[in-house]
């Protein structure tokens, strides 16, 4: 198979890249896990959009549980099926999601005002650590910096919204980050499938 056929993204040297020679001795335990990641996501995503987002209590328990799932699965992705692709960001975004999620679920009465100022922050750093990690990568370039552009444009938003609007739109924006989150994720896991099932024809 001609090597023009491969993933244009992988190194010159296709046999030499680590996420090729990880796909050709585990295709099913990389890709697999980061399908079903992606299809977590979007799920996650579809879940918060046909149950609206609460006032009060109600709303800081919703966010911050929807957080630490996303969370604990974005670290857990990265030291496991996301360990040659994007590792560390991954795990850094979890993190992230990890504090915002704990600081909404034990504090669901701070208020409204604070609870959207939090998931603007949020987003919004998550999307500049995107940027900032998609300008060096050599994997998944376009994708990175349009996810993060849309993070970083999604909490200026809730940052510099009114607390009735950032709540009105609360749901609706987790689930685009979400949602697009996980079509990436999917679009990723079925191209490493067919990488991996070209470089092993050729092994």
């Known amino acids: 198979m001609p090597r023009e056929e491969l993933d244009p993204a992988l190194t010159p040297d ?9 796909l050709a001795h585990a295709p099913g335990k990389i890709w697999g896990w980061i399908l079903a990641y992606g299809i977590f996501l979007l799920v996650l995503g579809l879940l918060i959009l046909t149950n609206p987002i609460a006032t009060g209590v109600a709303t800081g328990i919703i966010v911050g549980i929807t957080l630490l799932l996303y ?13 040659h692709r994007g590792r560390w960001v991954e795990i850094a975004l979890g993190v992230l999601a990890l504090v915002a999620g704990l600081f909404a ?6 208020g409204a005002l604070s609870l959207v100022w939090a998931i603007g922050a949020w987003l919004a750093i998550a999307g500049v650590l995107q940027i900032a990690w998609a300008l060096k990568a050599r994997h998944d370039k376009g994708w990175r910096l349009f996810m993060g552009a849309l993070d970083l444009v999604l909490g200026l938003v809730l940052l510099f919204s009114s607390p009735a609007t950032g709540l009105a739109f609360l749901a609706v924006i987790l689930m685009i980050s979400f949602a697009v989150r996980g079509v990436f994720l999917i679009v ?5 499938r067919k990488v991996g099932n070209a470089v092993r024809s050729r092994l």
Do not use: R, W, Y
């Open 14 to 22: 296709v046999e030499k890249d680590p996420v090729v020679a990880a």
């Open 71 to 83: 969370g604990g699965a974005a670290i857990a992705a990265g030291f496991t099926s996301m360990a």
């Open 105 to 110: 679920l034990f504090n669901p009465v701070v």
């Open 188 to 192: 990723l896991a079925l191209g490493m």
